[in-house]
């Protein structure tokens, strides 16, 4: 019997260490990935004012209109004049929008961007479908040189049946470029940002009019 219980007794320990192995292992898993499953989170649920993705087509106007406002930063050690085209536009829920943002290259030698994007108050992010845009792709400007960068985007008609968002009038888009990712990321702006969704065509960034400095 005495053998017996020795085997029994080792196979328990090697159940047990196996176990403890296996709990370590899954909370380091957990601890790498819990920044990328949060981000998931928010891009699924519009969860802190994340966007949604936009690849559903816009399902048409509704009675409702809302006033989407355009807003533009740039990061201070990146020489670009970085601003919205247009102030604001007033749509009806459920139809697509077009908005342009423009970037100038003001310094004397190319420099390159990528830009972050959010929208507030952060309640409307799971009914902001963004259908193209320029975000978290890499943009070289030579010196003066400006293009207009466009975004397609339409508010989800069920923002009136939120009672959390049934009385919201006005959205603020904000875009802030920055000299690379790791830029955005030490500024924190990546917590919240939306999820990329790429360019459409016949919606790429174009040569804007030159303007004067």
Aim: hydrophobic fraction near 40%; charge should be positive.
């Amino acid at each position: 019997m005495e053998p017996d219980r020795q085997q029994t007794l080792a196979r328990r320990n090697r159940r047990t260490a196996l176990a403890a192995f296996g709990l370590v292992g899954g909370m380091v898993g957990l601890s790498f990935a819990a920044v990328p499953l949060y981000a998931l989170f928010c891009r699924v649920t519009g969860f802190g004012g994340t966007p949604m993705i936009g690849s559903t087509p816009a399902p048409g106007a509704g009675q409702q209109t809302v006033t989407i406002r355009f807003n533009a930063n740039t990061q201070p050690n990146l020489p670009w004049r970085f601003e919205a085209v247009q102030a604001s536009q007033t749509l009806h829920v459920g139809e697509e929008g077009i908005a342009f943002y423009r970037a100038r290259n003001t310094g004397t030698g190319p420099a390159t961007g990528v830009s972050t994007y959010n929208v507030t108050p952060e309640t409307v992010g799971r009914y902001f479908h963004k259908t193209a845009c320029f975000c978290f792709e890499e943009q070289t400007l030579t010196p003066g040189q400006e293009v207009d960068m466009p975004l397609a985007f339409w508010i989800d008609p069920r923002i009136a049946d939120d009672p959390n968002t049934r009385n919201i009038r006005t959205i603020t888009v904000s875009y802030t470029f920055f000299r690379t990712m790791a830029d955005a990321e030490r500024s924190g702006a990546l917590a919240n940002a939306g999820p990329h969704v790429g360019r459409r065509d016949g919606l790429a960034p174009a040569a804007a009019p030159t303007a004067t400095p």
